[in-house]
């Protein structure tokens, strides 16, 4: 198994990528439309995020409408939702499981089993950075192919905001912890299988006195 510092490091990814991931959800700036308008009073910030839209406005004033309806909004932002909430809680999980299977930790049992629950954290942590990566690229091309469209007026276009960059971080950070986790079970079967422990043979103390009994009828 990998040594307790880098499994110590690869959680401390996993926290960062789960905290980043639950962020990344919340947050109301996917995609952001700044539209400065010739009077700096009037000068707004219009933000689209999974769950709610919001408006910042010059002079201070925030508000914020939510999203109640789900079909009617467009496929890419249900996929989201679905794909984010599955990856903060296949991260949730992946913590919980790792936490008995690291080695620094005196949970989980022996050797093999916390072997292989290191194994299963890191597939969560894998799967956890997979559902995470998909909809911020989708959603990432929505905005890109909306952009670059000459049909759709520039009032109306918009460019990726910092939770897609959050999401797209946290994402690489739970993919990098279950490769290391994953990473470390491997390794430590690959060593058992190159070097199999040796078994030491000795003599019984029955053999010896009969030996030495049949030395004695030789004299």
């Not at 995609?31 to 910030?45: E, M, P």
């Not at 597939?123 to 929505?142: D, M, N, Q």
Request: proline share 4%.
């Amino acid at each position: 198994m990998a040594s307790a510092g880098l499994q110590f490091f690869a959680f401390m990814l996993a926290l960062f990528g789960v905290f980043g991931d639950i962020t990344a959800t919340l947050l109301p700036n996917w995609k952001v439309n700044a539209d400065v308008g010739s009077n700096i009073i009037t000068a707004i910030t219009q933000m689209q995020g999974l769950w709610m839209d919001c408006t910042w406005y010059s002079t201070g004033m925030f508000s914020c409408t939510l999203k109640y309806s789900v079909l009617s909004l467009p496929v890419y932002i249900q996929a989201a939702r679905t794909t984010m909430v599955l990856s903060c809680i296949l991260s949730a999980f992946g913590i919980c499981i790792t936490t008995v299977g690291m080695k620094c930790t005196k949970l989980g049992g022996d050797t093999d089993s916390k072997s292989n629950t290191c194994f299963a954290g890191g597939v969560c942590f894998i799967l956890a950075g997979i559902f995470g990566l998909v909809p911020t690229s989708w959603y990432t091309r929505e905005i890109i192919s909306n952009f670059l469209d000459q049909t759709i007026p520039e009032s109306s276009k918009h460019e990726p905001g910092g939770a897609v960059y959050i999401g797209f971080i946290s994402a690489g950070c739970l993919l990098i912890a279950g490769v290391i986790f994953c990473t470390s079970c491997f390794q430590k079967q690959q060593g058992a299988w190159i070097y199999p422990p040796k078994q030491q043979h000795f003599p019984s103390t029955e053999q010896e006195n009969n030996a030495g009994y049949n030395l004695k009828d030789y004299v």
